[in-house]
């Protein structure tokens, strides 16, 4: 029995525990649909639905996050780059925060329905909770807001404000929006070719 089976989170799920890792590794390392992913597992002869993957990413992507997180404390560098970006959620416009390292690792991302000074102090104290301390330097474009909630939250914090400089944190949006552009696309498979295995035709 692997260590992988023996986790409780597992338990009552009918399929293994190394293939539901699998599954939702696909669906967060890459830019797939979630019927890319179904199909990707249906050629290697495990049948499940688009609606089980998405519903395996909900649950066990926040799980893995987490202890993605939990084993980076005190090995995050000290430059954070922060940026925003817009999104829309069921039809309505919403603004993506996001926080990196100098490393490209993902400290923070947050969804929030305003981009102003106070939707900044928020992500500024949920960093702040998160990491357990404060960065050397902090790297933003010139939205304002950044500078407002900076000398607010954390006055000590050298802070960046040039446009271009964060591109470190501007990049780490580029899976979102690809993604974003996959899921736009219509799926409409070819009246040949059999159920579950599109990708193939």
């Known amino acids: 029995m692997t260590r992988l089976a023996r986790d409780p989170i597992y ?32 050629a290697r002869g495990v049948i499940v639905s688009d609606q089980t993957v998405r519903l395996w990413a909900e649950k066990f992507g926040r799980h ?16 954070w780059y922060l940026d925003e970006v817009v999104v829309t959620i069921a039809g309505k416009k919403h603004w993506l925060w996001r926080a990196a390292d100098q490393d490209g690792f993902v400290l923070d991302v947050l969804v929030q329905s305003r981009r102003n000074a106070k939707a900044a102090k928020r992500l500024m104290r949920k960093l702040l ?27 000590g914090v050298e802070h960046r404000s040039y446009k271009g400089l964060n591109n470190r944190a501007e990049n780490s949006h580029q899976p979102i929006r690809r993604r974003e552009r996959i899921q736009l696309q219509r799926f409409v498979p070819r009246p040949d070719c059999q159920p579950l295995l599109y990708s193939a035709c």
């Open 64 to 79: 893995f996050a987490k202890d993605i997180r939990k084993r980076s404390v005190g090995r995050l560098g000290d430059k």
């Open 129 to 155: 909770k998160g990491q357990g301390r404060s960065p050397r330097v902090m790297i933003t474009d010139k939205l304002r807001s950044y500078g407002a909630a900076e000398r607010e939250v954390m006055p």
């Open 11 to 42: 338990r009552r799920h009918r399929f293994p525990a190394e293939v539901i890792v699998h599954a939702v590794w696909l669906y967060f390392r890459f830019p797939l649909s979630l019927r890319m992913v179904e199909d990707l597992l249906a």
